[in-house]
């Protein structure tokens, strides 16, 4: 009977050391995606407001192109 116990329990462990593999490796997976998906989600950001700054200075520039050239004229 201890034999069957020995026998039963090692069984088991055998079978569970793939499932914990798994178990890591799909935790791992789900790590580098979430953070792949949080790395675009930034670089879309940093794009955003790199081109939101190029508006914003030409759009000053042309504020103050437009403003001398009327206090030349005047």
């Known amino acids: 009977m201890k034999k069957?116990?020995?026998s039963l329990a090692t069984l088991t462990l055998a079978a569970l050391t793939p499932l914990h593999q798994f178990k890591a490796d799909v935790k791992t997976a789900?790590?580098?995606t979430g953070h792949a998906i949080?790395?675009?989600g930034?670089?879309?950001a940093h794009g955003a407001k790199t081109a939101?700054?190029?508006i914003a200075n030409t759009t000053r520039n042309g504020y103050h192109k437009t403003k001398r050239?009327?206090?030349e004229k005047t």
């Open 4 to 6: 069957f116990r020995l």
């Open 30 to 32: 789900g790590k580098e």
């Open 42 to 44: 930034h670089a879309v």
């Open 52 to 54: 939101g700054h190029a």
């Open 69 to 71: 050239w009327v206090k």
């Open 38 to 40: 949080g790395n675009a």
